[in-house]
Every structure is written in structure tokens, then in C-alpha cells.
């Protein structure tokens, strides 16, 4: 019986892609009829080298680099230079007698990549890197949008309220990514684009599972949507990233010497970082709540720039005096940090996150209670969906964005880490409850791997007739 190759295209982001070679894992080891191949497009910054699998029957193919010009914003215009090359891919798996073509496994952003599968004839179908609300959200919206004329700039930086059967409770503007209103890297044109084109899939794979999104999973039930499958969480759970292994042992070591859940730990993702004012007030608030942290600190990115951060040269010249000696015995200032590994140590007591959906299923999969830090993308939603539909984070800022001139006062910090590394709160036991849960749901007899199983034989069913005949 000749291999069913299946095609996976994520956007190079090191997020949507660490999560696909997860799903890679699972799929193959779950079925030895799979092979998958893995296209690599790298951003003229940063590398996607360390990208391994221990799976035989996974690739990893790295497109060549394309030429992109000084003012590309967004990842939408990034990627259409990479249609021609994803099509050559193609056509070099295809020519290959032991293996038949099942389809192709796209990102949230490779929409335009459907096109390329239909030329091959074979069907596409969706990875959703983020929630099922958020999933349901983009429906909705783009829904009302084409349907009924809603205007989404009513809703910016708005507190007026829209209902979303994907969420429990009515969804500020505020939250509402701020994709869908700026200008830069298409806005929503680009958002209604890509959520329309999810319609046309088989099937959509999404990186959660149905005990933590019961509401949002339900609220697909009777839509015309495409089939959801929750297979998560699909996360790397062992091994490192890119970093430093050197400091990654520093950080291991010195958490080693501190109290069991005593440490806050303060990140915000690959894209996330400060100017020297909100730095100075972290700080202050960090050194009020008397509590022991590890913050990972880096320089913010250009302004709507796909560009990843860096380490501050000198972190003394944008800290505040003195604030490195007088917190030298309960705190610890890094760069890069090796979040994994933090979030599973036990001395992590707390979790200053930029809600991340990666970074939100760690925090869960480890039991850590989260303050909410948003940055971009769909960030803040997200931080409202885990303090107000399920509980599961406390507030620091749910409507923060990266691009914004606001500050978030020393006193706001203050008072949102205390409530976090209270120990009697209500988020701390719920979070202990869905760890647990988060680790059954992807073992035999769990959820998210009987939903996998489900995928992979409707995969299988829905390969076409010409394909078929070549087993």
C-alpha cells in the first residue's frame, strides 16, 4: 500500500510552527499510513533551522528565501511570493510512485495556499494554532460583516458589547483584535479574506480540547462551518528552543534554589517587549509586591513590523537605580528564557503571560495561574476568554496593546501580581483541576486523541477517486 502524503504549510512564526511539527508527531505515530512533509518559510530575520523530528516519516523542506521589500507589514503580503515555490514542492513530492497526494494541512494565515491544493486536486484543511472561541469569533464576525453590514470600527477601542455564540459571556470592542481595524498589513480586508476561505476547507484542526472550550466547541454544533476537531493541547513538552543552553542552565539553577511556587515569572512571547517608561513601572510593582520573580526582559519590536525582539544591551540603563541590588536576593532579570522548562519547574508559582495561545496551554498543561499581559493578535481576546468565560487568570490588562502609548501604572501590577500568588484564590484550584484534565484528554480513551483519530480516517475517506485508485 503506497504512504498517504499529506502537505503541512505553517506561517513561519516559531509558535505556528513548533505546534506543527507537534501535530506532525502525533499524526504519524498515531498511523503508519502518514508521511508528512513540512514546508519551511523563513522570515529574512531569525532561523528555523533547529526544526527536528524524531519521526522517519516526517520532513522538513525549507523553501528558498524570496526577496521582501523594505515596507512589508504583514505576514498576508510575505507569503504571496511563496505560492510559485510551494507549488514547485509539490510537484517534486508528487513525482514519487510511492506515495499518493491526501491533501494539504494550512496555517491560519496560508489560506492562499487552498488554490495551490485545488490545482493539485486534492483537499485543503485547516490547523487553527489558536482557541475555538477565537475560531468562532472569526465566523461570526466575518458572518455579520457580509450579512448584516456590521462595522467593525464601531467596536474600536470601544466598551460596547457584542454577542458571540463562541463566547459565554459579550465580547468589549476593546478586546477585539486590533488586526481587524489598522490599515497596515490589510486590516480587516485581510481578516474577512482569510475567515471566508476557512469555509472552503474539509475540515479544521484546532489546538484545544472540548473540556476547557466545552461552550465554544458546542456552538459550532448545527453551523455550516466546516468540521472542527479538537486535538489538543499539541504542545513540545521536552527539549529546548532557540536560545542558549548555557543560559537556560543559569536560569534551571537559580530556580532550583528558590521555595516551591514562590516565583512569579514574567514573559510576553516572541514578539512582545518594553520601552524604558512601562520597564521602570514593571519594576516598581514587581519590587512592591515583595514577591521572588524571573523576568524575561527584551527591547520591544519595530511598530507593526513582523521582526523578532532582542536582549537589552545593558538592562541597568533602562531599570530603575538600584533595582537590580536591592532585589539581587528574591529576583532574577534574563533575556531569552527556556519557558517550558520554567513553567514546569516547581518553584513557578505564577505567570505574567502575554496570553499567547501557545503560551496559555502551558501555562494550563503545567498548572500555572496566569496574570494577563495581552500584546497583539488575538491576545486580548484571548485574555478576556480565560478571566471572564472561564476563570482561569486574574487581570492584570485584558485590552493592552504593544502599539499603544499607555502605561500600565506600578499600582495596576502591584495589586494584579499579589492577586495572583494568592494561594486561596479560586484560579489557582481550577487550574490544578484542568491540568489534570489537559494530560487524560490526549491518551487512549481521552478526548482530543479519539477527535485525532476521527480526522485522520475522515481524511482517508475524503481523499479523491483519482488518488484512491493508485493504492
Known amino acids: 500500500m503506497k504512504q498517504t502524503e499529506l502537505v503541512f504549510i505553517p506561517s513561519p512564526g516559531i509558535g505556528h510552527l513548533a505546534a506543527t511539527v507537534e501535530i506532525a508527531k502525533l499524526m504519524t505515530h498515531r498511523d503508519r499510513r502518514l508521511s508528512i512533509t513540512i514546508l519551511i518559510m523563513k522570515f529574512p530575520f531569525g532561523s528555523n533551522d533547529s526544526m527536528t523530528s524524531d519521526s522517519d516519516s516526517i520532513r522538513f523542506l525549507t523553501l528558498p ?21 510551494v507549488r514547485d514542492a509539490v510537484h517534486e513530492i508528487t513525482r514519487s510512485n510511492s506515495v499518493r497526494l491526501g491533501g494539504f494541512v494550512i496555517d491560519m494565515f496560508c489560506t492562499s ?23 468562532g469569533f472569526m465566523f461570526h464576525l466575518q458572518f455579520l460583516h457580509d450579512n448584516e453590514g456590521l462595522d467593525f470600527n464601531e467596536f474600536k477601542d470601544s466598551d460596547a458589547e457584542l454577542e458571540v455564540p463562541s463566547y459565554a ?31 472552503q476547507v474539509k475540515g479544521i484542526m484546532v489546538n484545544t480540547f472540548v473540556e476547557l472550550e466545552s461552550h465554544a466547541i458546542q456552538s459550532f454544533s448545527g453551523s455550516t462551518i466546516p468540521p472542527v476537531y479538537p486535538v489538543g493541547p499539541v504542545l513540545k513538552t521536552q527539549g529546548g528552543s532557540v536560545g542558549g543552553q548555557q543560559d537556560a542552565s543559569a536560569v534551571m539553577s537559580w530556580l532550583d534554589d528558590q521555595p516551591p511556587s514562590s516565583v512569579l515569572f514574567l514573559c ?47 538592562v541597568e540603563e533602562v531599570l530603575p537605580e538600584g533595582f537590580l541590588h536591592r532585589t539581587a536576593r528574591i529576583g532574577k532579570v534574563i533575556g ?23 503560551s496559555t496551554l502551558e501555562s494550563i498543561y503545567y498548572g500555572v495561574p496566569v ?66 484534565i489537559s494530560r487524560k484528554v490526549m491518551i487512549e480513551g ?25 493504492i
Not at 504583514?74 to 511563496?82: A, S, V, Y
Not at 493578535?377 to 484571548?382: C, F, G, L, S, V
Request: aromatic share 12%; charged share 20%; with cysteine.
Open 65 to 85: 528565501p524570496v526577496e521582501v521589500s523594505p515596507g512589508t507589514t504583514g505576514i498576508t503580503e510575505f507569503l504571496k511570493p511563496q505560492i510559485p515555490l
Open 268 to 314: 510576553f512571547g516572541s514578539m512582545g517587549g518594553f520601552g524604558g517608561d512601562q520597564v521602570k513601572e514593571i519594576a516598581h510593582g514587581l519590587e512592591r509586591s515583595g514577591h521572588r520573580f524571573l523576568w524575561s526582559l527584551r527591547q520591544p519590536s519595530s511598530k507593526g513590523k513582523i521582526e523578532s525582539r532582542s536582549n537589552y544591551a545593558n
Open 169 to 199: 459571556n459579550p465580547v468589549p470592542g476593546k478586546v477585539f483584535p486590533s488586526l481587524m481595524f489598522g490599515k497596515e498589513g490589510g486590516g480587516a480586508e485581510k481578516f474577512l479574506y482569510h475567515t471566508r476561505r476557512f469555509r
Open 336 to 358: 531569552w528564557a527556556p519557558q517550558v522548562a520554567i513553567l514546569a519547574h516547581s518553584a513557578v508559582g505564577g505567570f505574567v503571560s502575554h496570553c499567547g495561545w501557545n
Open 113 to 135: 495556499m487552498i488554490d495551490v491544493a485545488d490545482e493539485f486536486e486534492v483537499p485543503s484543511y485547516l490547523f487553527f494554532t489558536s482557541s475555538a472561541a477565537f475560531l
Open 371 to 436: 496574570a494577563t499581559w495581552p500584546m497583539f493578535a488575538e491576545q486580548q481576546i484571548n485574555a478576556f476568554q480565560m478571566v471572564k468565560d472561564l476563570g482561569l487568570a486574574v487581570e492584570i490588562k485584558m485590552d493592552y496593546n504593544k502599539d499603544s502609548s499607555y502605561v500600565v501604572s506600578a499600582q495596576e501590577i502591584e495589586i494584579g501580581l499579589k492577586n495572583l500568588m494568592n494561594i486561596d484564590n479560586e484560579v489557582r484550584k481550577k487550574r490544578e483541576e484542568m491540568k489534570k
Open 446 to 470: 481521552g478526548s482530543s486523541h479519539f477527535s485525532l483519530g476521527h480526522f485522520i480516517e475522515d481524511m482517508m475517506a475524503n481523499i479523491p477517486c483519482k488518488q484512491q485508485s493508485d
